[in-house]
């Protein structure tokens, strides 16, 4: 099963932006953390923007802030705000290695 990189890479910001609330972080210093694109990374939270998570502030001293209290986010909001699926699609270029993996697909798709 594919791990999920958007999950992932929300997930992990958000953990960082509940240390620090008040703070406004930009796309690109997320990403150097990340270890991605600053593209993907104003992808994934801007889809948490429009959840009502994340705020976002355009310009020189612009950037990303938590948009609740971190205590009033759930992973629920977080997983729901990226329209994520529990199992990987079933794509016919990728066969599962793992039976369990394949029945779970097969239940799931079927």
């Known amino acids: 099963m594919k791990r999920n990189s958007r999950l992932s890479l929300a997930l992990h910001t958000l953990s960082h932006m509940a240390g620090s609330p008040g703070r406004v972080r930009t796309s690109s ?15 994934v939270l801007g889809k948490l923007r429009e959840a009502g998570l994340l705020t976002s502030e355009k310009g020189h001293a612009g950037g990303w802030r938590l ?42 798709s079927g």
């Open 67 to 108: 948009a609740r209290e971190p205590q009033n986010i759930t992973l629920a909001d977080v997983y729901l705000a990226l329209d994520e699926r529990m199992v990987a699609t079933n794509e016919a270029s990728e066969t599962p290695a793992c039976s369990v993996e394949h029945a779970l697909q097969e239940r799931v």
């Open 29 to 43: 210093d997320i990403a150097e953390h990340a270890g991605t694109n600053p593209v993907v990374v104003r992808r």
